[in-house]
């Protein structure tokens, strides 16, 4: 296996073949990234079905666009930001109104899960429990704005750092833990309101 | 500690397991602790939502990929004709359409402005007026544009 010193002198060059447009060395490249994007583009938009199409015009933008790479940040950066860049413009066009759900989850077994989740030590959520919050969380996601879903999902569900997302999404470190703080509250008060009206 | 803190504690820290002073205000503060429980229903399903495995890319996925980065310079050159094909239809239909709403708006009325003709017979009718001998040198300060109405110093009202 290649030292990774080796692995980015390596990436380099077909990022430099790639700029003058060969097509071969960005196909290196997108073996090499390609679970990643699709990793990234799957947790923002939640549509396993659309993801590889979405994925390809992702690989397509870059292509066109790598000419502006200038190297300052690292590429996987650079290509994770024209992903979510291409998931936001999916999520704009998308209207988030359409999303209806309806609560599907019992008094008593709501009461159950809030037990368990207040005391993991005694075994967590079992494989229907966890399907149902996994429902329940999903279909916030789905409701909220599409910034919010895009930070929520690179921080809660890719485990990214506020550092990674930051250069990501080309913003300074304290926005984006603002961004999170707002998107998170958002999400509970959705929750709230939700409770509340069923 | 105060509603204020322990809230913030919650919605920003996100902690994975509330601290003893936030534990102790939870107990005596229902409010508060609804807020608590919320957050750890969407904690339990963010982190269940992060174990299901992302879609992997299918068979040839960077093959099928080089093979439309090869077609599409073809393909951008297609679209850029049928875009400029699309442009000049739509013009053409707009031209046709402003030649037909001129052609069918009515021949007078309040939207349309005085002809060609009726601006030439008004001239002729100045000129003639300008030119009789009755009324030469009888409108000094018109200078034979408009007859004067009678009354109003004109002809026939010598003193």
New interface residues.
């Given amino acids: 296996m290649d030292s990774l010193p080796a692995q980015e002198a390596q990436e380099l060059a077909w990022i430099k073949r790639a700029q003058r447009g060969e097509h071969e060395a960005f196909g290196l490249l997108v073996e090499r990234y390609q679970r990643r994007v699709f990793s990234q583009v799957f947790r923002v938009i939640r549509r396993p079905d659309e993801v590889e199409d979405m994925a390809q015009e992702v690989f397509l933008k870059a292509f066109r666009a790598i000419r502006s790479y200038d190297f300052r940040s690292p590429f996987g950066a650079w290509l994770s930001r024209v992903a979510i860049n291409h998931c936001l413009d999916y999520l704009r066009k998308e209207r988030a109104s359409r999303v209806t759900y309806h609560w599907q989850m019992g008094e008593e077994s709501l009461r159950r899960i809030e037990a368990q989740t207040e005391n993991p030590e005694g075994g967590g959520l079992d494989p229907e429990q966890q399907a149902t919050v996994r429902d329940l969380v999903g279909k916030l996601l789905d409701r909220a704005p599409g910034e919010d879903r895009i930070v929520l999902g690179l921080k809660e569900l890719e485990g990214l750092s506020v550092e990674e997302i930051a250069e990501i999404l080309n913003l300074k470190q304290s926005t984006v833990k603002v961004r999170l703080h707002r998107a998170r509250k958002r999400m509970l008060e959705d929750l709230k309101g939700w409770r509340q009206g069923r | 500690m105060r509603c204020e803190e322990v809230r913030k504690i919650i919605?920003?820290d996100?902690p994975e397991e509330a601290p003893a002073a936030v534990r102790e205000h939870l107990a005596g503060c229902p409010v508060c602790d609804?807020?608590a429980?919320?957050?750890?229903?969407?904690?339990?399903?963010?982190h269940?939502?992060?174990a299901?495995p992302?879609?992997?890319?299918?068979w040839g996925?960077?093959?099928?990929?080089?093979r439309?980065?090869?077609e599409?310079p073809e393909r951008e050159g297609a679209e850029f004709l049928e875009r400029v094909g699309r442009r000049v239809v739509y013009a053409t239909f707009l031209l046709a359409l402003t030649l037909l709403l001129a052609l069918a708006l009515p021949s007078s009325g309040p939207l349309r402005g005085p002809t060609t003709a009726e601006l030439y017979l008004a001239q002729s009718e100045v000129v003639i007026a300008g030119n009789d001998p009755v009324f030469t040198g009888e409108f000094p300060e018109n200078n034979g544009a408009t007859p004067v109405a009678p009354g109003n110093g004109g002809a026939g009202e010598k003193p």
């Fill in positions: 919605a920003e996100w609804s807020l429980r919320d957050h750890r229903l969407v904690r339990a399903g963010f269940a939502l992060a299901e992302a879609p992997e890319p299918s996925f960077s093959t099928r990929l080089l439309r980065l090869q599409s």
